[in-house]
């Protein structure tokens, strides 16, 4: 039997810890699909680095508590099937988006480049979120860094 919340605090909306956590997913899946979506797929490497470093700002700034939020979650979803991949919704867009960019590049692997250029993303989104002192002071910085990335993958 599910563990049940105590008395007064959500329980009169969601009555079980799984119920609390699938509401928070949604409401977040709802935010970020608002907020973190790129509006067209960039066609050329520098477009990429353009859209990447446009999407780390917001991820860094203005979308910053969805990043903290999702990480928090994370920890606590492990456990609970169908919630955890609820939750990778963004990440799973960001691969799909990364993939056909990667096709439209002549990357030999696309799917394969998407994940490692999402992955790199994630670590460093986590990285700059929660450890102080990583963030740079331009995220400029970072373009050659994320074009060099993106033209090995796009081979």
Same mark, same amino acid.
């Given at each position: 039997? @599910?563990?049940r919340?105590?008395?007064?605090?959500?329980?009169? $909306? #969601?009555?079980?810890? +799984?119920?609390?956590?699938?509401?928070?997913?949604?409401?977040? /899946?709802?935010?970020?699909?608002?907020?973190?979506? %790129?509006?067209? %797929? @960039?066609?050329?490497?520098?477009?990429?680095?353009? =859209? !990447? !470093?446009? *999407?780390?700002? &917001?991820?860094?700034?203005?979308?910053?508590?969805?990043v %903290?939020?999702?990480?928090?979650?994370?920890?606590?979803?492990?456990?609970?099937?169908?919630?955890?991949?609820?939750?990778?919704?963004? #990440?799973?867009?960001?691969?799909?988006?990364?993939? =056909?960019? *990667?096709?439209?590049?002549?990357?030999? =692997? @696309?799917?394969?480049?998407? /994940?490692? &250029?999402?992955? $790199?993303?994630?670590? !460093?989104?986590? #990285?700059?979120?929660?450890? @102080?002192?990583r963030?740079?002071?331009?995220?400029e /910085?970072?373009?050659?860094? %994320?074009? *060099?990335?993106? =033209?090995?993958?796009? +081979?």
């Amino acid at each position: 039997m @599910p563990k049940r919340l105590p008395e007064g605090t959500t329980s009169n $909306y #969601h009555r079980t810890k +799984r119920e609390l956590l699938a509401a928070v997913v949604a409401r977040l /899946e709802e935010r970020d699909r608002q907020e973190l979506e %790129l509006s067209e %797929l @960039p066609r050329t490497p520098e477009g990429l680095v353009d =859209a !990447l !470093l446009e *999407f780390i700002e &917001l991820a860094l700034g203005a979308a910053s508590p969805l990043v %903290l939020a999702r990480l928090a979650l994370l920890a606590n979803l492990a456990n609970e099937p169908g919630l955890a991949d609820q939750l990778q919704g963004v #990440h799973l867009r960001l691969l799909d988006g990364a993939d =056909a960019v *990667f096709g439209q590049l002549g990357a030999t =692997a @696309p799917r394969r480049s998407a /994940e490692i &250029l999402t992955d $790199y993303l994630d670590g !460093l989104l986590i #990285h700059m979120s929660t450890v @102080p002192g990583r963030r740079p002071e331009q995220l400029e /910085e970072l373009r050659p860094q %994320l074009g *060099f990335l993106v =033209a090995v993958l796009s +081979r």
